[in-house]
C-alpha cells in the first residue's frame, strides 16, 4: 500500500495546528511519508514544570468513514527509561528503518491500517520527556493518566472511541499499572468523561516477580530455561541449575549469582564476540556513521543483564536505533518536530532514577479481567530479555490461581508465505478466559521491528475480535 495514496480523513480538523508536523519535513528528510503526524509535549503538573512528548499518527484508511471505526492505540516502550520514538519510528509506525542502513522505508505494516496511534515518552527524564526524574511504578502510572487526559483535551474527538494500550518490555508494568488508574478513574468520573478502555496488548512484558525484579535478576530462571531449550548451554550446566533453582529461587546468594557468569561464559566465551539478547538468532553490528556536527557516535556493547540503562551519546549495537540518533539529534528534525529548544541529547534509553515495585504486576490480573478488559499477551519466540518461558510460567499460574477456563486450546496460527498461496506458521495461539496468549515465530524482543506483517495481523484481529487465522488466508 503506497502511502501517498491514502486518504487521511475524519477528525482531524479539530486537532491542534500548533502540533502538526510541516507536512514539507517528509520530503525534505528524505523520509517516504505524506500524511498527518503531531508532536507536542502534554503537560503533567499545573506548573509546566514536568512535560510528557508524545507522537499521534490519525489512521488512514481508502474507505473514507472506516477511520472513525478505529480505535485509539497508546504505544509504551520499555527499559524503564527507553523512548516510545523507538516504537513509532521501527516497530508499527508508517515508516521504519530499513535494517543495516541509516536510512528510512514506508511500513506496509503500520498499525496506522487499523488503529489511529499515539506514542509516549514515559517517564520524566526519557527521550525529549522533561521533569523529575525520580520515579516509581505507581507514580508514573497517575502521569500517564494524566498524560491521557491532556492527550484527549488537545483532540477531544478521540474521546468518543475505543481506547487501547500497548507496548513492549517493561511496558508489561507501564500498561497493567495504567489501567489500573484508569478503571479507578473511570469509578468516580461522570459518563462523558469515561475513558473508553477495551483492551491491552503487551508483548514480551514484564509481569511476574520471577521476570524483571532485582530479586528475578539474581538468578534468571526463565532465561536460563529459555537458553537451555535453545542450545545455548550444556546439559552439565542446564543440570547444575536445576539442582540450584529451588535453593536460589528469588534469592541474592553469592553462589546462585556466580552461575549467570558460567551461563554467559558459555554463550559468549571472549568478550570480542557478540550475542543479541532481544533477538538470539540476531546480530549485533555497528554502522560508522557521523552526526550533524561531523562527530563520530560510539557503540555500546549490550552486556546482558535485562532492563539495564543506556549510557547517553552511544548506540546500542544490537538494537537497531542508529537512524534514529542521527535524526532525533538534528537540529532541522527536531524544530520540524516542535522539540523544545532546551531540550538535551535524545537517547534510545536514558537513565533515570526510577525504583520498582518488587511485586511487578502479576497482582493487577485479577482486577483488569474482573473489569471486562481483553488481554493479549504476545512474545516472541526468541527474545531472551523476556523470554516465552516466563510468560507461559505466569499464565499457567493465574489460569490455576483464579480458575479460568480454558477457552480455546494451543494451536498453531497463520501469515501468508512469500508466494502468497502458501501460508507459513506464524506461532502459536492459546485462549483462557479474558487473556489471550500468542507467540510469533522468530520474532525477539521487538516484535513489530522482527515480524511485521505477523504483528499486525495480530493485533487487528485482537482489537477486532477476529480469530487468528487457522489455515490458508
Known amino acids: 500500500m503506497i502511502l501517498s495514496l491514502l486518504c487521511f480523513i475524519g477528525f482531524v480538523v479539530g486537532f491542534p495546528k500548533e502540533d502538526e508536523v510541516d507536512g514539507s519535513t517528509w520530503s525534505k528528510f528524505k523520509i517516504p511519508f505524506s500524511g498527518k503526524m503531531y508532536s507536542g509535549y502534554l503537560p503533567i ?5 514536568k512535560q510528557f512528548h508524545y507522537f499521534a499518527f490519525p489512521a488512514f484508511s481508502l474507505a473514507g468513514p472506516l477511520q472513525a471505526t478505529f480505535p485509539l492505540v497508546l504505544w509504551l516502550n520499555g527499559g524503564p527509561g527507553c523512548s516510545s520514538l523507538y516504537g513509532a519510528m521501527v516497530e508499527n509506525g508508517p515508516f521504519t528503518v530499513e535494517l543495516g542502513t541509516n536510512n528510512f522505508k514506508q511500513n506496509l505494516f503500520t498499525w496506522l491500517n487499523f488503529a489511529n496511534m499515539f506514542y509516549l515518552e514515559s517517564p520524566a527524564g526519557v527521550g525529549f520527556s522533561f521533569g523529575n526524574t525520580t520515579t516509581d511504578d505507581k507514580s508514573t502510572a497517575k502521569d500517564n493518566l494524566k498524560a491521557v487526559l491532556e492527550f484527549f483535551k488537545k483532540f477531544p474527538e478521540y474521546k468518543s472511541i475505543d ?3 500497548a507496548g513492549e518490555s517493561w511496558a508489561g508494568i507501564y500498561i497493567p499499572t495504567l489501567a489500573n488508574e484508569i478503571i479507578d478513574y ?12 477495551k483492551g491491552l496488548m503487551i508483548g514480551n512484558g514484564c509481569t511476574d516477580p520471577t521476570e524483571c525484579t532485582d530479586l528475578g535478576f539474581n538468578f534468571p530462571v526463565h532465561f536460563y530455561k529459555f537458553l537451555h531449550n535453545h542450545g545455548f548451554i550444556s546439559e552439565k550446566l542446564n543440570d547444575k541449575i536445576e539442582q540450584m533453582t529451588s535453593y536460589c529461587h528469588m534469592k541474592a546468594y553469592p553462589e546462585c549469582m556466580e552461575i549467570y557468569g558460567e551461563v554467559m561464559e558459555q554463550i559468549n566465551g571472549d568478550d570480542d564476540y557478540y550475542f543479541n539478547p532481544y533477538n538470539v538468532y540476531g546480530k549485533c553490528y555497528q554502522l560508522p556513521f557521523y552526526n550533524e556536527n561531523g562527530q563520530l557516535i560510539k557503540g555500546k556493547r549490550f552486556k546482558l543483564h535485562p532492563m539495564k540503562e543506556g549510557v547517553v551519546g552511544q548506540v546500542n549495537e544490537c538494537s537497531e536505533s542508529e537512524a534514529l540518533f542521527l535524526y532525533l539529534n538534528n ?14 541529547y535524545w537517547n534510545d534509553c536514558s537513565n533515570i532514577d526510577y525504583n520498582k515495585d518488587p511485586g511487578a504486576t502479576y497482582h493487577l490480573y485479577p482486577k483488569l479481567l474482573k473489569n471486562g478488559i481483553r488481554i493479549l499477551k504476545f512474545s516472541g519466540d526468541v527474545d531472551a530479555i523476556v523470554p516465552i518461558t516466563g510468560t507461559l510460567y505466569w499464565i499457567d499460574k493465574l489460569q490455576k490461581e483464579l480458575n479460568l477456563p480454558t477457552i480455546e486450546e494451543w494451536r498453531p496460527w497463520y501469515k501468508p508465505g512469500e508466494k502468497g498461496t502458501e501460508p507459513q506458521n506464524a506461532g502459536n495461539v492459546w485462549e ?17 521491528m522482527d515480524q511485521p506483517e505477523a504483528a499486525s495481523i495480530m493485533a487487528s484481529h485482537f482489537i477486532f475480535e477476529m480469530p487468528l487465522p487457522s489455515d490458508i488466508l
Open 45 to 49: 503538573d499545573d506548573a509546566g514544570k
Open 163 to 165: 481506547f487501547y494500550i
Open 186 to 197: 473511570n469509578s468516580n468520573a461522570a459518563p462523558g468523561d469515561r475513558i473508553r478502555l
Open 331 to 344: 537540529a532541522a528534525f527536531r524544530k520540524a518536530l516542535h522539540i523544545r529548544e532546551d531540550a538535551g
Open 432 to 448: 483462557i478466559d479474558g487473556l489471550t496468549f500468542v507467540s510469533v515465530r522468530n520474532a525477539g524482543h521487538m516484535v513489530p
